[in-house]
């Protein structure tokens, strides 16, 4: 079991930027594939970013690729997502979510284990 808790959200204003942090649980953390997708009110969960087990590989939505940036380190077993230029159309929840393999993926439906996930709001 791999228990996943996020920080780093809260209100902020357009074109700011927000650290957000993941901390998992369990020995296994560096062999899983990590993501990071939100959701805004009466919206569907929506992909962000994901990262492989290594760090090697990286994957962003076009709506955020250029602003966002995935990262982990695998010795804190924490996983962050860097956000710059933030708009007002980033307001949602932001959950983070593990993989038990070791190659990324969008599809939230291939992800096993969620965060409780962490409210980023931004002003205009």
């Known amino acids: 079991q791999v228990q996943l808790v996020e920080s780093g959200g809260g209100l902020v204003q357009a074109g700011g930027s927000l650290r957000l942090s993941c901390a998992a649980s369990?020995?296994?953390?560096?062999?899983?594939?990590m993501g990071w997708f939100r959701q805004a009110p009466g919206k569907e969960r929506e992909f962000v970013a994901a990262?492989?087990?290594?760090?090697?590989?990286?994957y962003y939505a076009d709506s955020v690729k250029g602003r966002f940036t995935i990262s982990r380190d695998n010795a804190k077993n924490t996983v962050y997502l860097q956000m710059n230029s933030l708009k007002p159309e980033d307001t949602a929840v932001y959950f983070c979510?593990?993989?038990?393999?070791?190659?990324?993926?969008?599809?939230?439906?291939?992800?096993?284990?969620w965060g409780q996930g962490t409210q980023v709001t931004v002003s205009s």
């Open positions: 369990g020995r296994t953390f560096s062999s899983y594939a």
């Open positions: 990262i492989s087990a290594t760090g090697g590989s990286t």
């Open positions: 979510a593990a993989r038990t393999v070791a190659v990324l993926y969008t599809n939230p439906n291939r992800y096993n284990y």
